[in-house]
């Protein structure tokens, strides 16, 4: 075959590939996915006639959305260019509060939302941190020792613990972990985590949250990650003093599983080894108003099911974009539609005349820390513990403790 003929076959060739490559790049996008004719917002439309599916689509009722969409609309609202219109504040923030209700993946939630999961892993995220920004003022730590002491007061008037500031605990968030990150979020329930710690109020509200330490540190050391602990060693959380309680000086404390150290200014239980009458009736009395931060998780879970599963973003700060905005909305939801969110019946609740505790919608595991030895505790941290172990025996004594530990 002579140069010219060779030539030619090559340029045969070009010109095949260079109309196979045309062909590819014909498609601006797959027709299905058009917004402005299939996406959810149309569902949405036919919904408002159905308000208990509105709710059960979005996690709430019509009105509290659209205060919602007012308030994050401009931190979320683009400009439209001359190529296409930009994916609308309704679109962004419907799409975000579906993943967060139903943790469905990206690939799935493109068949309702007309939106590409390119496109849906990014403005996720971007619309949660919007969410958390839009509602800051729900969920912040008290300054003052009277705001403290307000905590207390419903503790002590809802659950029978007096001086209580909260009660704490943590809950494993399952991840995919970053590439090679090897084991290192690798926790003792056998998946990759990062750790949710709660302070939580009487009233099932968040105190205080913190995200993002790796799964595999455990009991107190959760604690020592957070800025609330740097605040509680240097006694800069304004904190009151102690309170005076039927004639008895109490201490205001927090209160925590076994998971968490024993100090002056936090309560754990006694170990069932050396629980006596007394030690276990203090043991049912913090039990019962440490169950607040447990139905927290437990609400937390039911609502968002996207902490169920592992959530599926690699980039760990748009993992934390998600739970974040998930403690923001609780808040905001428990302030706005109490009974809506969160039924009497998802409530905890107590038969006194029998004994018998009815707990909330919680698992009785729902990924708690790992307790381990802690350091022995001081004398002083003792000393405090003992104060409530009498008062519960004696001026603070219930009628009904006594059939629960029986």
């Known amino acids: 075959m002579s140069t010219f003929e060779d030539l030619a076959a090559y340029a045969v060739i070009a010109v095949a590939i260079k109309k196979r490559k045309k062909r590819r790049h014909q498609m601006w996008k797959k027709e299905w996915l058009q917004r402005k004719r299939f996406n959810h917002v149309h569902l949405l439309r036919e919904l408002e006639a159905y308000p208990r599916d509105w709710k059960n689509y979005l996690r709430m009722d019509e009105k509290t959305y659209f205060d919602l969409l007012r308030i994050v609309t401009p931190l979320i609202t683009k400009q439209d260019t001359k190529m296409r219109e930009a994916i ?26 007309r ?44 659950w029978n ?86 004639g008895e000086a109490l201490p205001y404390v927090f209160i925590a599983d076994d998971a968490f150290p024993l100090t002056e200014v936090i309560m754990k239980p006694f170990s069932y080894r050396v629980a006596n ?36 973003f690699i980039d760990l700060k748009k993992v934390n974009s998600v739970v974040v905005a998930c ?31 009815k707990p909330g919608p ?17 004398a002083s941290a003792k000393e405090v513990r003992n104060k409530f172990v009498h008062y519960f025996s004696n001026k603070g004594k219930v009628e009904w403790q006594d059939r629960y530990i029986s």
């Open 161 to 246: 613990f007096p001086n209580c500031l909260g009660s704490m605990d943590g809950k494993h968030i399952a991840i995919t972990p970053p590439p090679g990150s090897g084991s290192y979020f690798y926790n003792y329930k056998g998946f990759h985590s990062q750790v949710l710690f709660c302070i939580a109020s009487a009233n099932y509200e968040i105190i205080y949250f913190h995200f993002g330490v790796n799964g595999r540190v455990s009991d107190g050391g959760v604690l020592k990650e957070t800025d609330f602990n740097k605040k509680l060693t240097d006694k800069s959380l304004n904190l009151p003093e102690e309170g005076i309680v039927d």
């Open 362 to 378: 919680r698992t009785s595991d729902h990924m708690a820390l790992q307790v381990r030895q802690t350091d022995r505790p001081m």
């Open 88 to 113: 609308t504040p309704h679109e962004k923030l419907t799409a975000t509060l579906r993943y967060l209700s139903t943790g469905r993946t990206m690939e799935d939630l493109k068949f309702s939302t």
């Open 277 to 312: 009458k007394p030690r276990k009736v203090y043991n049912y009395r913090l039990s019962r108003a440490r169950r607040m931060v447990e139905s927290v998780f437990g609400i937390l879970a039911e609502r968002f099911q996207v902490l169920q599963k592992p959530i599926t």
């Open 327 to 357: 403690c923001y909305l609780h808040n905001y939801l428990r302030r706005t539609i109490p009974q809506r969110y969160s039924p009497k019946d998802w409530l905890d609740l107590d038969d006194d005349e029998v004994g018998v505790s």
């Open 115 to 158: 939106i590409s999961p390119q496109t849906l892993g990014r403005i996720i995220p971007e619309t949660c941190s919007a969410i958390v920004k839009a509602l800051n003022d729900y969920c912040k730590v008290p300054n003052t020792a009277e705001e403290w002491k307000q905590i207390a007061q419903e503790y002590g008037e809802k």
